[in-house]
């Protein structure tokens, strides 16, 4: 079936799904923009954020800033933020850097602290920390930022974190209790959704790393697209994919408007 699927439309791989190599990324100013300003940041010993509402690309950018980050010189460490307390959350931490993950706050704080200077010191590189889903921070944890950066009474640029989260981090980020975590971030960079045209080039670039010469999606089902998931990257992908298999069971080599609006019943609640 899966075969099948492919062939109708002229696809080599599997489209519109998450796996797809950094370099086939889509090529999007804005996109771009963000990562060389987060990619400079962390190249000046400093920490970020990215803020983005679900669906536009967050988890793709990050790949590619720990893509382009050279081995040689970083050391990228990833943690996907649940509601924790600080000591739970350092312990999610010390396990993606291979510290040991036991003791108390305060002595948790001091390992990961000297295993990041073991970083710099011994090893030669330096230690970057991804926060994803930031937004789901409680506040009393979100000064482990301010924590995990002070080195040496704050006189050493040793640890850089990138906070990446929804639209809500941004709120969280305004609040005066937290002014001294936010202006430890030398930048702050933004995802939006796509416009109508991006939407279309888009399309055309999954369609074509996938694969295929043509767009399967006639005029009107391409304006579906756009006007059903609003730019979203993730609706786009989901509705683009269900639309493909519904033309593909009726045995149609074009999506039409119908499909879409077949797709968009079946990939929403």
């Known amino acids: 079936m899966i075969t099948d699927f492919r062939s109708r439309f002229g696809f080599h791989t599997t489209p519109f799904t998450r796996e ?24 000046n010993r400093m920490s970020a954020a990215l803020i983005a509402p679900a669906g536009t690309g967050k988890t793709a950018l990050l790949r590619a800033l720990a893509h382009g980050l050279p081995e040689a010189r970083y050391r990228v460490h990833y943690v996907k933020v649940t509601e924790l307390s600080k000591r739970d959350l350092c312990r999610e931490i010390a396990v993606a850097c291979g510290a040991e993950p036991a003791g108390n706050y305060p002595t948790l704080v001091r390992r990961l602290q000297e295993r990041f200077l073991s970083a710099t010191a011994v090893d030669g590189v330096r230690p970057v920390l991804i926060l994803d889903e930031a937004q789901d921070l409680r506040p009393d944890v979100l000064s482990i930022l301010r924590t995990l950066t002070n080195f040496e009474m704050d006189s050493r640029l040793v ?77 786009i992908d989901s509705l683009a994919f269900k639309s493909l298999e519904l033309a593909h069971d009726a045995a149609v080599s074009v999506v039409d408007s119908n499909h879409l609006a077949q797709a968009r019943k079946l990939v929403s609640p």
């Open 20 to 43: 797809f190599a950094v370099d086939q990324r889509f090529a999007l100013g804005f996109f771009d923009e963000n990562l060389t300003a987060l990619s400079r940041a962390i190249e």
């Open 159 to 235: 640890l850089s974190i990138l906070l990446a989260g929804q639209t809500p981090l941004r709120d969280i980020l305004r609040r005066e209790a937290h002014e001294s975590v936010a202006r430890r971030l030398a930048h702050f960079a933004y995802l939006r959704l796509l416009s109508r045209e991006e939407t279309l080039r888009y399309i055309s670039h999954r369609c074509t790393i996938a694969g295929a010469a043509t767009i399967p999606f006639d005029a009107r089902a391409l304006d579906a697209l756009f006007e059903i998931s609003c730019g979203n990257l993730r609706a």
